[in-house]
């Protein structure tokens, strides 16, 4: 039977291969909604799992430690000097013992109380050597001095020989010497006052009656003097100094007698 198809040759046709099957086709793989499609994402694991199955601790907060009285009080009472530098010390042997936190405050007292145990040190030795501590511990003493002194002049007694008056209107301090030297002035009489400042010129008119008086009744022999006086300022009279002094002063110049300690 010939072929179905002849080459014009004459030759038949070759055999027909069979076709080669083909494989089947795919669709490309989607994930479901919401996934990666490398797979699931795994799920956070929580911090204290991570750190280990028992979970996390707490500590309980130390309380704060309480300062120690004893440098309190060394702070408090430098300004006395060596009172605060012992509390200071005794603060700190008992910060030691009760690990208290007042260290520092105990160190500050001590090195205040030195502080000012060196000023107060200072502080007497200049008082000292100008002599304001002994003007301020002094008290009149009547009659005559046995040697040169300085005193205040509200601390002027009767009988005590004033070498020189200052010639300002306010006389702080006077200079005594023993009568027997030459002087400007003796003390004849104290008078005290009371009540309110009578004023300058008031107290003046009173001062001189009061004691041309009683100069008047000492008996001078040859000596010839004239009566003197000194009153307080207003701002003495209100510091409690309402004393007058009556003085007789030398006439012609200074005085070598004792009119008055005899």
């Known amino acids: 039977m010939p072929s179905a198809w002849q080459d014009p040759s004459g030759r038949s046709a070759p055999p027909t291969a069979p076709p080669v099957p083909q494989l089947p086709t795919q ?5 479901p909604s919401g996934q990666s499609m490398y797979g ?4 956070p694991v929580p ?8 979970g996390a601790f707490t500590f309980p907060v130390a309380p704060k430690q309480k300062l120690e009285p ?21 603060a700190r042997n008992r910060i030691k013992q009760t690990r208290r936190r007042s260290m520092a405050l105990a160190w500050t007292g001590v090195a205040l109380g030195a502080l000012f ?16 501590i002994d003007r301020a511990l002094e008290s009149p003493q009547p009659g005559d001095v046995s040697q040169p002194r300085t005193v205040a002049a509200a601390n002027l007694a009767v009988g005590n020989c004033i070498q020189t008056l200052p010639p300002a209107q ?3 301090e006077v200079s005594l010497v023993p009568c027997a030297d030459d002087h400007i002035a003796q003390v004849v009489s104290l008078h005290a006052r009371s009540g309110d400042f009578p004023g300058a010129d008031s107290l003046a008119a009173d001062a001189t009656a009061t004691c041309t008086a009683d100069i008047e ?21 209100d510091q409690g100094n309402t004393q007058v002094v009556c003085l007789l ?11 008055i300690n005899t």
């Not at 200049?126 to 002599?131: A, E, R």
């Not at 009744?217 to 009279?237: I, K, M, N, R």
């Not at 002063?249 to 004792?258: I, Q, T």
Request: aromatic fraction near 8%; charged fraction near 10%.
């Open 170 to 172: 306010q006389v702080g």
């Open 70 to 90: 004893l440098a309190v009080a060394g702070v408090a009472t430098s300004p006395l000097g060596p009172v605060g530098i012992a509390l200071g010390l005794l």
């Open 217 to 237: 009744q000492l008996d001078a022999g040859d000596a010839s003097f004239v009566p003197w006086y000194l009153v307080p300022s207003e701002a003495g009279w």
């Open 27 to 31: 669709q490309p793989f989607a994930p």
């Open 117 to 132: 145990t060196f000023g107060w040190a200072l502080a007497t030795s200049v008082l000292s050597m100008n002599g304001t």
């Open 40 to 43: 699931a994402r795994p799920a």
């Open 249 to 259: 002063r030398g006439d012609a110049g200074p005085l070598n007698v004792d009119l």
């Open 47 to 54: 911090q204290q799992q991570a750190q280990g199955g028992y």
